[in-house]
């Protein structure tokens, strides 16, 4: 294996160093900082910083008070509560075709987050091999606006899965489905690049130009909750701080 320049100056990076809610700082910060690149250290630690510490309620909070949208899809809902983050992976496929996902897996980049349409329900386009795979090829997480299966491994693997259904039934290794083009889910569009937040509470989707604006935001939300939880143990009421009382 061959060393580069970069990896010669940054040796000595600490890409698992977190900074305190208060001091971080993301008004730089694009979507293309969730990867380290040799020369972004501030732009991704100050990142992950945030990220490691919000929730999905949070970021559609901040969404919501910049666009007027929540950012959620609420039928998709997680398999097995892992949170994750990072840019989406797009296909679209039919419930009878589970070979995209495997065509999806070979495509995308190390880090992605592969997102699904799926035209119904009806038979499921991913499970343990599918997840085994793309963990270890460097995928973070499956999202799927469908249906999953083999939820007795699913459940204990190291490996994020959010989706609207399961089933035991699968279709066959088609690979007629399409790759990172934009598709249309419930009300919204979700495009390759955009950025994906799941955890417990379910998911939700930022468009890359707004990733900028949403992190501020999202910085501000958690801030002020902050806030409010060391309001609430010096004993003021909820009500009172709301201005209600």
Request: hydrophobic share 40%.
């Given at each position: ?14 890409l698992n160093k977190r ?48 666009s007027r949208r929540p ?116 009300d919204g569009t979700v ?55």
């Amino acid at each position: 294996m061959s060393i580069s320049p970069n990896d010669v100056l940054n040796k000595n990076k600490n890409l698992n160093k977190r900074i305190d809610v208060g001091k971080i700082n993301v008004d730089n910060v694009t979507v293309d900082d969730l990867k380290f690149n040799g020369k972004n250290y501030d732009e991704y630690i100050n990142l992950h910083s945030l990220l490691d510490k919000v929730s999905a309620c949070q970021i559609s909070d901040a969404y919501n008070s910049i666009s007027r949208r929540p950012g959620t899809f609420n039928s998709i809902k997680p398999v097995n509560n892992q949170k994750v983050f990072g840019k989406i992976f797009t296909a679209e496929t039919t419930s009878d075709d589970w070979g995209t996902s495997a065509l999806a897996i070979d495509e995308a980049d190390d880090g992605d987050i592969l997102f699904f349409k799926v035209d119904s329900n009806d038979k499921a386009i991913w499970g343990e091999l599918a997840s085994t795979c793309a963990r270890d090829n460097g995928i973070k997480a499956t999202v799927i606006y469908g249906s999953a299966r083999d939820l007795d491994a699913l459940l204990y693997m190291d490996y994020p899965v959010f989706a609207s259904d399961f089933c035991p039934n699968a279709g066959s290794a088609l690979g007629l489905g399409t790759l990172n083009e934009p598709i249309e889910v419930e009300d919204g569009t979700v495009n390759p690049g955009d950025f994906f937040f799941g955890d417990e509470n379910g998911v939700v989707v930022i468009p890359k130009e707004l990733f900028t604006k949403t992190m501020i935001a999202t910085l501000a939300v958690k801030v002020k909750e902050s806030m409010i939880i060391e309001d609430i143990a010096g004993g003021r009421t909820l009500a009172q701080i709301v201005g209600l009382k």
